[in-house]
């Protein structure tokens, strides 16, 4: 079926793949032309998740707000359906650098990304761009592309945090082995003042800036700095309404994984010795609040942190000409099915948070359902650069939803895939839409389909329900499409990361 006949199937009522709320005008994109090239400040912190940002609502907005990192929607865009392609930290980063799926830039899960292929800071430095990289990188080999990096080694420290610097690199090529200097204090302090100093010294003037900021926090294992000790140290955190979700329905992979808030692997929201008195329900309660306050005061430190570089933007006349985005490397479980982390095609693991403001093009205070992916972020940047993006980025420039306008060809459905890694997950694939979510678990051969109209928290899988029979039809070919669209072949499980074959037919 051709791609238009498919979308008048489904726009027969049966699956909606229309853009709710959006005017269908296709604009010309925006070109930036010779000295007036914007600056890119992208700031990304780790599993930092939408319903943990107060801009986007919901019962923590209240609890936790986060006022600097709202800034940046309340005088830009704040995008309501911005999806992860692979819901894990290397994957989504590599997506994030390449424009392309796991399958194409060979980062399945924690290997090292092949630094050969196009990359963002490779190209935005071809472009007479000073490319520069603070904090967190995870993608394991040396930097290319980088004119200033200052890098944590792997997961990095929370405290006292370590970082190999440019000239500091292991002649290996893995970034990890390089020199290490330490710095005092929280890491996303460290990663604010580094960022500070970028801005202040160590840039050249006569040069636009392609900045990278990525704070470490929130990961696990949750350390937050000295003075949040007391913050919500009285306040009862809400709970989801799906904390307790007995998995009635669902396939086998809820009742197999680990993630679940209180498992012993990996020992992060078990809390053994403060809740040892306590049982069951009870014990699962106070769990759930003590990792959620160690979460919200890591994001209270990274919004605190956002702030003072926001100021700094504001106060050296930056702010105008300069593109902030704002996001997480993707979604993550705050309680909901009684989950934390990520991994899972659900809501809340899927769902990137992502802000930009852009004083010239933006209008203040917009948002858009318009369905953006990670692997969009680099053919964004390029455009709103004024740089050709490489022809082979499966991504798509989403420069006309900065300015509120959907192309009527924009894409009306998603596709995902996770492979495997640590918490017994089973890996999976799916489709989302606006309206529903089709995901097949490979390796058990189990279904589950979500009506998120009817079922926005995905407790009622529908996937055998005869009134759904029709959209597990639509949805299965949609799915088929997307991965011969994208070339995915659903056999390839990622046990042979392509560090070589398909990375090396993209080496520019
Ligand atoms: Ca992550």
Redesign the pocket.
């Known amino acids: 079926m051709k791609r238009r006949d498919f979308l008048k199937t489904v726009g027969a009522g049966i699956v909606s793949l229309t853009i709710p709320g959006c005017s269908n005008n296709l604009i010309s994109s925006s070109k930036s032309s010779g000295q007036d090239k914007p600056n890119v400040l992208f700031i990304m912190s780790?599993?930092h998740t939408s319903q943990a940002i107060s801009a986007y609502g919901g019962m923590l907005a209240s609890v936790c707000p986060t006022p600097n990192i709202d800034r940046i929607a309340k005088e830009g865009i704040l995008f309501e359906n911005c999806f992860v392609t692979n819901s894990?930290?290397t994957p989504?980063r590599s997506a994030i650098f390449t424009g392309n799926y796991s399958h194409v830039n060979g980062v399945y899960k924690f290997t090292a990304l092949d630094q050969r292929q196009p990359t963002l800071p490779k190209l935005m430095q071809k472009a007479g761009y000073h490319t520069a990289f603070v904090g967190k990188y995870h993608l394991h080999s040396n930097p290319v592309g980088l004119d200033h990096w200052s890098i944590l080694p792997g997961q990095g420290r929370y405290h006292n945090p370590q970082f190999v610097e440019k000239g500091d690199q292991h002649p290996s090529g893995w970034v990890e082995d390089g020199n290490r200097t330490t710095y005092k204090g929280h890491s996303s302090d460290v990663i604010a003042d580094k960022a500070l100093d970028y801005l202040k010294n160590a840039r050249p003037k006569d040069k636009p800036f392609m900045f990278f900021c990525h704070f470490k926090a929130p990961?696990d294992t949750w350390e937050f700095a000295e003075r949040y000790s007391d913050f919500l140290e009285d306040v009862e955190i809400p709970e989801p309404a799906n904390l307790f979700d007995d998995y009635k329905g669902r396939s086998d992979m809820l009742r197999k994984q680990l993630q679940y808030i209180g498992s012993e692997w990996g020992d992060h929201t078990n809390f053994e010795e403060e809740t040892r008195h306590l049982q069951g329900k009870a014990k699962k309660k106070m769990q759930y609040q003590l990792y959620m306050k160690k979460y919200l005061r890591c994001v209270k430190g990274v919004d605190d942190n956002v702030g003072r570089i926001l100021d700094y933007l504001d106060r050296s006349g930056l702010a105008e000409n300069t593109i902030v985005m704002y996001t997480?490397?993707?979604g993550f479980f705050l309680g909901e099915h009684g989950l934390y982390d990520?991994r899972i095609m659900y809501e809340e693991a899927l769902r990137m948070p992502f802000l930009v403001r852009w004083p010239r093009h933006i209008k203040p205070a917009s948002k858009t359902k318009g369905m953006i992916l990670n692997v969009d972020f680099a053919p964004t940047i390029l455009e709103a650069a004024g740089v050709k993006k490489h022809p082979k980025m499966q991504g798509r420039s989403f420069v006309p939803l900065l300015m509120g306008r959907i192309p009527p060809d924009w894409r009306t459905s998603m596709y995902y895939r996770y492979y495997y890694s640590h918490f017994e997950t089973e890996p999976h694939y799916g489709v989302r839409t606006y309206t529903h979510k089709l995901i097949y678990f490979n390796r058990i051969d189990q279904w589950e389909l979500y009506d998120l109209v009817k079922d926005p928290h995905e407790m009622n899988n529908v996937y055998d329900n005869p009134e759904y029979q029709q959209v597990v039809r639509t949805l299965t070919k949609e799915l088929k499409r997307l991965q011969n669209e994208l070339g995915d072949d659903p056999n390839d499980i990622g046990d042979n990361p392509n560090i070589g074959e398909l990375a090396d037919s993209l080496r520019d």
Do not use: L, M, R, V
Request: hydrophobic residues 10%.
């Open positions: 780790d599993d894990i930290c989504s990961h997480g490397d993707q990520k």
